[in-house]
């Protein structure tokens, strides 16, 4: 796509959705914090006179005995529970229909995810099939159903996607591996619960990437040019809370406080970023994945850094104000030196917490079809503060070589 009609065609369609956001769609979950919170979630369900509900989760948190408190909770309200346990990452169209039959032989009047964000996407997306009569398959793209979902709940397992109050579903093509959307504002989970008693047994690593990801969803959201008072509200208030909670979780998984905030983070910088979408670093993100099988939340936690350097000449307000913020000002720092010290710390933050500073997959053959499709990405969907050329991408791709970082 031409460069100039590429960044016009962003322009219009970001104003557009911009005032789409300002609706009163999408509107915010009811809430449950705190240790076992996920139980008092079955209680609000069970208020809703709901007799049967799907739940979608994974095989390991089925085996560990994770799952099974709610399944007794449920059965003591007297509802019908079926399990579909068969969610890995990045969930495929075949899965997803997997589930949705398996929704539809049981007549299940509700959708309770307990997981990451592959549950809560496949849970989303199966909710608004039912309803609508149509195939996963049908659904993607923008406002492509007419009727409602049914009822979603969700019990996010880790603190980084914040899928239970999105409104984007990612799932993957079965032989292409390709990421596709389907967007609708209402399928952002009714209810929720923020329950650090499923995250303590999350290791390290993907406790560091996971929380990445979350700072990404609000930084990218605090950055961009769809932000309102209520967005940069909440994605100050998440960037404040990884910034000192995540090197603890890493450190040691088992501390509640640190993981309740993470949790909070996570869902706070949903809801920032709901509002006012993401940038380049989703939009490359998003290409390594479907490549390369590249963990989301690892792949966004690599690239933040690198993105936000690139883009800092057109947001140095915004980078002094979160480096403020976050406590890592110097007296008589002006605004360009505190931007430059914003980039420093995520460089040096990505360090503390174990993310590697390379892409061990990446190969520079690949570059072409990344860079066109996550310059595509880009423009059709994010207001990104400072426009890239495919130049400037395959520049930013050289950095993370495993060759560049040796």
């Known amino acids: 796509m031409n460069h100039f009609f590429g960044k016009l065609l962003n322009y219009v369609w970001m104003f557009c959705l911009k005032v789409t956001a300002s609706l009163p769609l999408i509107k915010e979950p009811n809430l449950f914090e705190g240790e076992n919170s996920s139980l008092d979630l079955v209680d609000d369900i069970a208020g809703q006179n709901h007799k049967s509900v799907l739940i979608v989760t994974g095989a390991g948190l089925v085996r ?32 997803t ?32 099939s039912v309803s609508n009569k149509k195939r996963p398959e ?25 899928s239970e109050v999105t409104v984007i579903s990612v799932l993957s093509d079965n032989q292409t591996k ?29 406790t560091a990437a996971t929380g990445m990801d979350a700072l ?35 450190a040691d998984g088992s501390n509640i406080e640190a993981r309740s905030a993470l949790a909070l983070a996570s869902y706070k910088a949903g809801l920032a970023f709901t509002k006012a979408s993401l940038g380049y670093v989703h939009a490359i993100s998003h290409q390594l994945g479907a490549k390369y099988g590249v963990a989301h939340g690892l792949g966004n936690a690599i690239l ?13 307000n915004k980078l002094a104000t979160i480096a403020k913020a976050i406590g890592i000002d110097q007296a008589n720092d002006d605004t360009q030196q505190l931007a430059k010290r914003m980039v420093e710390f995520l460089f040096d933050f990505n360090k503390e917490v174990g993310i590697p500073n390379h892409l061990a997959e990446l190969k520079e053959q690949d570059f072409p079809g990344i860079v066109k499709d ?16 495919e130049q400037q991408c395959n520049q930013l791709l050289q950095q993370l070589l495993p060759s560049a970082a040796a």
Do not use: W
């Open 304 to 316: 933040l850094p690198h993105v936000i350097k690139y883009s800092a000449p057109s947001i140095e």
């Open 374 to 389: 996550a310059m595509s990405e880009a423009y059709f969907n994010y207001p990104v503060p400072r426009f890239m050329q």
């Open 216 to 250: 990404t969803h609000a930084i990218e959201a605090y950055v961009g040019r769809n932000g309102s008072a209520y967005t940069d509200e909440q994605a100050m208030e998440a960037i404040r809370l990884i910034c000192k909670y995540l090197p603890t979780a890493v």
């Open 178 to 206: 390709s990421k596709s959307f389907v967007i609708d504002p209402r399928t952002a989970s009714l209810s929720t619960a923020l329950d650090p008693t499923f995250m303590v047994t999350i290791p390290p690593a993907l």
């Open 97 to 128: 229909n997997e589930a949705l039959d398996l929704l539809l032989e049981n007549q299940c009047e509700c959708v309770l995810a307990i997981g990451g964000g592959s549950a809560m996407d496949l849970a989303k997306v199966i909710a608004l």
């Open 138 to 162: 049908k659904l993607t793209g923008y406002f492509k159903a007419l009727r409602k979902p049914l009822p979603f709940y969700a019990v996010p397992t880790t603190a980084g996607t914040g």
């Open 64 to 95: 560990r005995g994770q799952v099974q408190p709610i399944v007794d909770r449920f059965e003591k309200h007297n509802i019908s529970v079926t399990i579909f346990d068969r969610v890995e990452p990045d969930p495929t169209f075949s899965i």
